[in-house]
């Protein structure tokens, strides 16, 4: 029994290891749209693009990946089609702008699902970033999913009583969803913001962490590959 709890910390040792580190990603997804708004080119994309499907593909997941594929091809088609035919500047600008942040999508996706609030917290308090914008980030992180979840459960309440939501009733799917959703958002705040108290965030003390905050192999190869890929951008070489 205790080797097979010993090989067990071993292999959750080795998945720790594989996981970035949340400071990269927080780094990662501030330099793109840097990068995208001073050299606006299919290049920038690109590049942002690589970067977010490494950290989805380090991260295992694939479906999230795979899904947001489809989108991109579709977005491409749909801009591919505008270009030729409808030749509407608007829509192609619109496609193209959500071309332009679908890269900081992914890696937000992937801070938000894959790590907890303390992991969030404990990257940023690296940065040495004022403590009032750490603490408004953080809880605005950890609502995300929580938002979902609440939305989910007024949906499915509303299911069990026969309320049936429509694009065609606006006025009905915004009084018996939204305006629900919108009380609930009000107690909410007021609970993570509690948690976060609770923890000690507002302490003028320097906080430990029980997280490791050292960077592993798999961020010095997302570090190398974005400094490669913005040095050729920059450098015009492609």
Known sequence: MIVNRTNGCGKMKKRRRKR?????????????????????????????????????????????????????GVAVLIYMINVLYLHSSVFGAMLKMTMCFLPCILIAILIVTDYNSSEILSALQRL??????????????????TFRREFLIIKQ?????????????????????????????????????????????ASDQKRTSYFADNFHKVDYILFIFGTIGLIVIVGGFV
């Open 20 to 72: 970035i580190n949340p400071l990269t990603l927080i780094i990662i997804n501030a330099v793109i749209p840097i990068v995208t708004m001073i050299f606006p080119s299919d290049k920038s994309i690109i590049l942002g693009l690589c970067l977010g499907y490494i950290a989805l593909f380090i991260a295992g997941k694939y479906k999230t990946a795979f899904k947001s594929v489809l989108w991109l």
């Open 157 to 201: 309440a509303m299911h069990i009583r026969g309320v049936r939501f429509s694009v065609l009733n606006p006025l009905r799917t915004f009084e018996y969803l939204l305006v629900p959703q919108l009380f609930r958002c009000v107690s909410l705040s007021s609970e993570l913001t509690a948690a976060g108290l609770t923890k000690g965030i």
């Open 128 to 145: 040495h970033l004022p403590k009032i914008f750490i603490i408004g980030l953080t809880v605005t992180i950890r609502y995300i999913p």
